[in-house]
């Protein structure tokens, strides 16, 4: 065993992870301007500090210490929101506590020159060559039609009117929850991490300004959704009325009184749900529009249902193939075009095809789509010549 290696007591340790995270609560503390206070870099701080403490108390029991698990909380609250980027007035009472457990606080304190902003009045040259010209189409297909399909399993998550305290509580965690915002995170992160890997890798100044401007969609909706995560952990783990007794819900009230539950779900809700349905919701056109440009296009000529024609069962079908991939499917009868993707369109298209007793039909657009439609067209549009339903394609199981 190494003669110099000396054993550090619980108390001396815990001074020392405490000791920038109290010198930051310090700051805040003595700031009188707090709009001015809250830089990217104090954040960056506050995460680093207040991690690898809530990490060390971990390790020591503090969750099940009365005595340690306010100021164990106090710590998880500040990790939480700050990677949240979302602040409260929690300093003091932080002090307040690590003075009661005999934690010594710092002599010194940051200043704000330790903490500047981001942004100065410069910009580095742009010396990069950015031209997409070379990008392959494939790839920009595959990533608008998953924007695509992520705006639409997202849908449902949609309002119109800033919700209220009641409503608000009975969507979270029964409707709205962190498992449920991380999934739809991670899916916006991968097509972040496509765009970037496989189409465009310079920044939004230069190149060609649809893609990236499609880019910003689904960056900002991501950073939304990160925000969303963290503060909906927080709420559920920490401020959620779980049943807890004693100790634990002693400790949850005191966080309610510093971190206004309904506050937070405000911010959570009426600000980041709403605004990621909105930029969603958004981006869907420019997707749309860059998809069409960029898809291989092709026809194909196939019979139309038999018996039945194109009543409501095989027109949902084909509508539903269109809107899987996204691309633009037209129905074409001599000079007339019909939207694919509408089932309406499809059924008076089917309507004219009766009345005129034609038995084949043509598509035009989005080669994947037509693929699939002549799989629909090969098994008479998923129906016998009953109208009954019959088993479909492996290849078309995603409209099961």
């Not at 990490?55 to 969750?63: E, I, R, T, W």
């Not at 925000?227 to 949850?252: D, I, S, W």
């Not at 996204?326 to 074409?332: W, Y």
Request: charge should be negative.
């Amino acid at each position: 065993m190494n003669d110099s290696y000396c054993e550090i007591s619980f108390s001396e340790k815990v001074r020392i992870f405490s000791s920038d995270y109290l010198k930051c609560c310090i700051y805040i503390s003595n700031r009188q301007t707090p709009d001015h206070v809250f830089t990217k870099k104090l954040y960056s701080k506050l995460i680093s500090t207040s991690q690898v403490l809530e990490d060390f108390l971990d390790f020591h029991g503090a969750k099940n210490s009365e005595d340690w698990y306010l100021y164990r909380e106090l710590c998880a609250t500040v990790r939480h929101l700050s990677l949240g980027a979302y602040c409260q007035n929690l300093a003091p009472v932080i002090i307040d506590e690590a003075s009661r457990l005999n934690i010594a606080i710092p002599a010194e304190s940051f200043g704000p020159e330790d903490f500047p902003g981001i942004t100065t009045g410069e910009m580095l040259k742009y010396d990069i060559d950015d031209d997409a010209k070379d990008v392959q189409k494939r790839n920009i297909v595959k990533i608008a039609s998953e924007l695509l399909s992520i705006a639409a399993s997202f849908d449902p998550m949609g309002f119109y009117e800033p919700y209220g305290k009641e409503e608000m509580t009975a969507l979270v965690p029964e409707k709205v929850n962190e498992v449920q915002i991380r999934r739809f995170e991670m899916l916006v992160h991968n097509l972040q991490s496509s765009f970037d890997t496989y189409v465009i890798h310079g920044g939004f100044r230069f190149g060609d300004r649809k893609l990236k401007a499609m880019r910003s969609y689904f960056s900002i909706v991501f950073h939304l959704l990160q925000m969303m995560g963290r503060l909906l952990h927080f709420y559920e783990r920490h401020l959620y009325e779980a049943g807890y007794k004693n100790t634990y819900k002693r400790v949850q009230d005191k966080l309610a009184s510093l971190v206004d539950p309904v506050m937070l779900l405000d911010r959570t809700i009426n600000y980041g749900l709403y605004y990621a349905c909105h930029y969603l919701n958004s981006g869907k056109k420019l997707a749309r529009e860059i998809l069409n440009e960029n898809i291989e296009r092709s026809a194909i000529t196939v019979g139309i249902p038999v018996k039945l024609g194109f009543h409501s069962r095989p027109s949902l079908l084909v509508a539903k193939i269109v809107q899987h991939f996204g691309g633009q499917v037209e129905l074409v009868m001599g000079e007339d075009r019909f939207d694919a993707s509408s089932v309406l369109d499809i059924q008076w298209a089917g309507g004219k095809l009766q009345k005129e007793k034609i038995t084949e039909v043509t598509f035009e657009g989005d080669t994947r789509a037509l693929d699939d439609i002549q799989i629909l067209a090969g098994v008479n549009y998923g129906e016998d010549t009953m109208g009954k339903g019959v088993p479909l394609p492996i290849e078309l199981s995603y409209l099961r």
